[in-house]
């Protein structure tokens, strides 16, 4: 089993930034694409970024210029720099890990989720 754990969400005022981080943990695993998700009150859950083993990164047109993600592969661990904050950003945001182990091969894993809040 592996578990993924964010951390850096909080409030912050519109312009503000915040870093979010995920990493994986477990034994015998591994990790292929990552991602954020986010998920605001009554709406679906929507793709924010992704980056590949590759390190080819795509973003959401709403948030390209701003956020940055980015990954240590050392620490299975991708984050999301999110500058230039805007109301529309506040939403749940979800780490998503591509993991592989040799039994089961790819599957998702998610994290917990953490609160992204953006206002005055």
């Known amino acids: 089993q592996v578990q993924l754990v964010e951390s850096g969400g909080g409030l912050v005022q519109p312009g503000g930034s915040l870093r979010l981080s995920c990493a994986a943990s477990?034994?015998?695993?591994?990790?292929?694409?990552m991602g954020w998700y986010r998920q605001a009150p009554g709406k679906e859950r929507e793709l924010v970024a992704t980056?590949?083993?590759?390190?080819?990164?795509k973003y959401a047109d709403s948030v390209k210029g701003r956020f940055t993600i980015s990954r240590d592969n050392a620490k299975n661990t991708v984050y999301l720099q999110m500058n230039s904050l805007k109301p529309e950003d506040t939403a749940v945001y979800y780490c998503n890990v591509e993991v592989y182990t040799y039994v089961r091969g790819y599957y998702p894993a998610w994290g917990q989720g953490t609160q992204v809040t953006v206002s005055s």
């Open positions: 477990g034994t015998m695993f591994s990790i292929n694409s």
């Open positions: 980056i590949t083993n590759g390190d080819i990164t």
